[in-house]
């Protein structure tokens, strides 16, 4: 045990040999800021490869956040489509209002689901799941020939959003580096 100049004592521990891990105030640090073991390219190796994933977790996190527009997407673009809707399949208000209400419905009821399926397949393959689900109920809702074909499509998407909007939140979180994710929980 040693006695440092402001009367504080510190604790001399042994790390032993085999210990990858060492105090912080071992290292000797020379003039030029840089300790003994200081490897230039070992550091540059490491700020590359945290570049290269700032990158990669950018863009997952742009994609995976994309499919929380298409709920509005999709409501804005029914709105201006069911004039054309009503026309073309002969439907009444009340099923006008079904129609564009289901996506709604429907996306709460898959986002329930959404949380089971990811623990089940994993975040990932859940946000893939997602889209698939939202593209096939948009292929449905385009070749539709009458109200209950479009309804099923319109079921289909709002699980697919549902699915989405639930699980890309959490897949963004899970995929962002731990120490980036303390900075924006502190500050």
Request: some cysteine; aromatic content about 8%; hydrophobic content about 45%.
């Amino acid at each position: 045990m040693g006695v440092q100049e402001n009367g504080n004592t510190e604790m001399e521990l042994s790390l032993g040999a085999k210990n990858k891990y060492r105090r912080m105030d071992s290292q000797v640090i020379h003039d030029d800021g840089f300790d003994d073991d200081y490897d230039a390219s070992r550091h540059s190796h490491q700020l590359e490869r945290r570049r290269t994933t700032r990158r990669y977790v950018f863009a997952c996190s742009v994609f995976a956040s994309l499919n929380n527009v298409l709920l509005g997407y999709d409501v804005g673009v029914m709105s201006g489509a069911i004039l054309f809707i009503q026309e073309d399949l002969k439907i009444t208000e009340v099923q006008q209002e079904i129609l564009v209400g289901i996506l709604s419905v429907m996306s709460l009821l898959g986002s329930l689901g959404g949380g089971r399926t990811s623990d089940a397949i994993g975040r990932k393959w859940t946000m893939g799941l997602a889209a698939i689900v939202f593209q096939a109920g948009a292929a449905v809702m385009t070749l539709a020939p009458s109200f209950e074909v479009l309804m099923i499509g319109r079921i289909l998407a709002g699980v697919g959003i549902g699915f989405g909007v639930m699980i890309a939140p959490v897949y963004i979180a899970e995929i962002s580096p731990s120490c980036e994710r303390l900075t924006y929980v502190i500050s």
